[in-house]
C-alpha cells in the first residue's frame, strides 16, 4: 500500500498554483477567439507583409486602421478594413483589404479588387 504524505502550505499553494495556470491556458485555447484579437491577427500579418523582415521603424507600416464592412457566407467571415500605409519617407497612402475568419479564426488576407 502506498503511504500518503502529507503537503506543507508551501506544496499545496505551488499544486494550486499550476493548477490555476493549467485551467487557464485550456481555458484560452478553446474560447473562440473575440473580433478584436482576429483582426489584430490580420494587422499584424498585414504588417509583416508590408515590412518585410526589417524593423517597423525603418520600413513601411500599417496606420489608423479601421473595420469598414462585414460580409459572411457559410463559415467564412470577411472583414473589410481601410488602413493608411506609411513610408519611411513619411509618405502615406490609402489602402484596403480583407482579412478572412473562418470557423472562428483567422485564415489569410485578401486585396481588395480595385483597390
Not at 82 to 101: D, R
Amino acid at each position: 500500500m502506498l503511504e500518503s504524505k502529507e503537503m506543507g502550505s508551501k506544496e499545496r499553494a505551488e499544486v494550486i498554483s499550476n493548477t490555476q495556470a493549467c485551467v487557464i491556458r485550456l481555458s484560452d485555447a478553446y474560447r473562440p477567439k473575440a473580433r478584436n484579437e482576429l483582426v489584430n491577427a490580420c494587422i499584424k500579418d498585414v504588417q509583416g507583409r508590408v515590412s518585410g523582415a526589417g524593423s517597423t521603424q525603418s520600413t513601411n507600416t500599417v496606420r489608423d486602421w479601421v473595420v469598414d464592412s462585414e460580409d459572411r457566407v457559410g463559415g467564412v467571415e470577411r472583414l473589410k478594413v481601410k488602413a493608411s500605409l506609411h513610408s519611411y519617407a513619411g509618405e502615406s497612402q490609402p489602402v484596403s483589404f480583407y482579412c478572412v475568419i473562418k470557423d472562428g479564426s483567422y485564415e489569410d488576407v485578401e486585396a481588395v479588387k480595385g483597390n
